[in-house]
C-alpha cells in the first residue's frame, strides 16, 4: 500500500502563513514562484519534529526565536499553532497539534497541547494546558512544564511511543554539495542529515545494511550522469569522504575520484538520491522533504528525478518544493499530488489548484509544467475562501 503519513497539515500564524489547511498525498508537489512560502509550509513540519528531537527552545532560536516563527501582521498575532493529522505503520490514524504564544512577561509557553489515537479518540490521548495535564487515557502521566513539549516526556508511555518516533523520523533536506565534498567525521549513518553532512556514512550504512537501496542509488546517479558508475565510502585518516567510479576518456576502465573533484550538480544529485533511498526495511524515514530538487541539475534530468521521487514514494511519503516547468512536464502527474503556493506581501496562501487548471489537466490539453510556463497553476479562491486562522479547527478528534 502507498504509504502516507502525514495526512493533513493545519498551521496558524506561523511565519508567513496566516492559515492553511492542506491534505497531502503519498507524493505531494508544493509549486510556486520564489518566496511565495514553500519552504515556510514545510518547515511547519520541520518544526514539530525539531521541537520534539531537541527542545521547543532550540526550535525556536534556530528559527530566530518566537518573534521570528509568529506571522508578522497588522493584527500581532501573539502565538502560532499547528496540528498535524497522520496514519501510523499500523494502521491507526490520530492527531498532534500545540499552540505556543507569548508569556506577558516575556518568553514563550506552550498554551495547549493534544494528541489522539484511534477513531474520534477512542485510543490513547492527553491533553496539556500550559504545562498541566488536563485530561489522559493513561493511568500516569509524566510532569510537564509550560515551555516544553509534552510528548517528549509522554514518549516513555507505549500508548505514545510510536506518535513520538514517527514524527521524529521525518527528514527535511536543502542539500549543499560544499557540505557533501568537505571530508566528514564518521557519524551514524541510518538517517541523513539536512544538508548532507553525514552523506558518507549514509552510504556506508546502505552498502552493509540495504543493498537494494544503495543499488537504486547507484542506478538513478548514473542516469543522471552516465559517466558516474557507482559511489562509496572511504576513510581518509580519521575522517571519510566519497569516492565516485567514473569514465575518463583513453581509459579502459572507469577512474576513482573523490568528492572534491565532483560537480555541484553531481553532488547534488547524490544527495537527493541519498535522501530518497536511505536507512533500510527497519529504519526509514516517515516522511521526507526535499527542497527544489531541480537545482543544479541539467533539465533533461528532471524525469530521472521524477521517477526517483515517485519510486521513493512507494516506501515513504514524500514532499517536494518545485518551481521547475521540466520536473511538472508529466501528463500522467496526479492531480492531487500538486498543491498550489502564492505569495505577496509576506502573506501566503496555500491550496489546491484550481478548478479551471484541475480541468485542463484532466483533460491532458497542458502538462502541470507547461500550465507553471504560463503562470496558470494557482490556489483554488473557493478553497481559500472563508480560511481564516480564528476559525481553523486545531484541536479535538475528528
Known amino acids: 500500500m502507498t504509504p502516507i503519513f502525514i495526512r493533513r497539515v493545519r498551521a496558524t500564524n506561523f511565519k508567513s502563513i496566516a492559515a492553511c489547511d492542506v491534505s497531502l498525498s503519498s507524493l505531494t508537489y508544493l ?4 518566496g511565495s512560502g514553500k519552504s515556510n509550509f514545510l518547515d511547519v513540519m520541520h518544526f514539530v519534529k525539531d521541537a520534539l528531537e531537541g527542545s521547543l527552545e532550540n526550535a525556536l532560536q534556530m528559527r530566530g526565536g518566537l518573534a521570528e516563527v509568529r506571522r508578522r501582521s497588522g493584527g500581532h ?3 502560532f499553532g499547528i496540528r498535524l493529522d497522520f496514519t501510523l505503520e499500523d494502521g491507526r490514524n490520530g492527531y498532534y497539534a500545540f499552540k505556543v504564544g507569548a508569556r506577558p512577561a516575556g518568553g514563550f509557553e506552550v498554551q495547549r497541547e493534544e494528541c489522539g489515537v484511534g477513531y474520534q479518540g477512542s485510543g490513547p490521548s492527553f491533553c496539556v494546558v500550559a504545562g498541566i495535564p488536563e485530561s489522559s487515557s493513561e493511568d500516569v502521566f509524566p510532569a510537564s512544564t509550560p515551555d516544553r513539549l509534552a510528548l517528549v516526556n509522554a514518549a516513555g508511555l507505549p500508548a505514545f511511543r510510536p506518535v513520538f518516533d514517527a514524527l521524529t523520523r521525518m527528514g527535511f533536506y536543502n542539500l549543499n554539495p560544499r557540505v557533501i565534498r568537505d571530508l566528514q567525521k564518521p557519524q551514524d549513518g541510518s538517517s541523513l542529515k539536512p544538508m548532507g553532512e553525514n552523506i558518507s556514512s549514509v552510504i556506508s550504512y546502505l552498502t ?3 543493498p537494494r537501496g544503495k543499488e537504486l542509488v547507484d542506478e538513478y546517479l548514473n542516469l543522471v550522469v552516465p559517466s558516474v558508475h557507482g559511489v562509496e565510502r572511504i576513510g581518509v585518516g580519521h575522517m571519510e569522504t566519497l569516492e565516485f567510479r567514473q569514465d575518463t576518456a ?4 572507469p577512474w576513482r575520484f573523490n568528492a572534491n573533484s565532483m560537480s555541484d550538480g553531481t553532488l547534488r544529485a547524490l544527495g537527493i538520491l541519498v535522501a530518497l533511498f536511505q536507512g533500510d526495511d527497519k529504519v526509514k524515514p516517515s ?3 526535499i527542497e527544489e530538487p531541480e537545482v543544479a541539475l541539467h533539465p533533461a534530468a528532471a524525469a530521472v528525478v521524477r521517477d526517483a521521487l515517485g519510486r521513493a514514494s512507494e516506501r515513504c511519503q514524500v514532499l517536494v518544493t518545485s518551481h521547475s516547468p521540466e520536473l511538472l512536464d508529466d501528463p500522467s502527474l496526479a492531480l492531487d499530488s500538486l498543491i498550489a503556493v502564492a505569495g505577496d506581501a509576506g502573506f501566503t496562501e496555500i ?7 484541475r480541468a485542463v489537466l484532466r483533460d491532458r490539453l497542458y502538462t502541470a509544467g507547461e500550465l507553471l510556463k504560463l503562470n496558470q497553476i494557482l490556489p483554488d479562491r473557493v478553497t481559500l475562501r472563508g480560511l481564516e486562522s480564528t476559525q481553523l479547527k486545531l484541536f479535538g478528534a475528528e
Open 77 to 79: 498575532p501573539t502565538h
Open 287 to 289: 516522511l521526507v522533504g
Open 31 to 34: 509549486v510556486g514562484p520564489n
Open 208 to 210: 552493509r545494511y540495504s
Open 250 to 253: 583513453g581509459a579502459k576502465h
Open 351 to 357: 491550496a489546491p489548484i484550481d478548478e479551471a487548471s
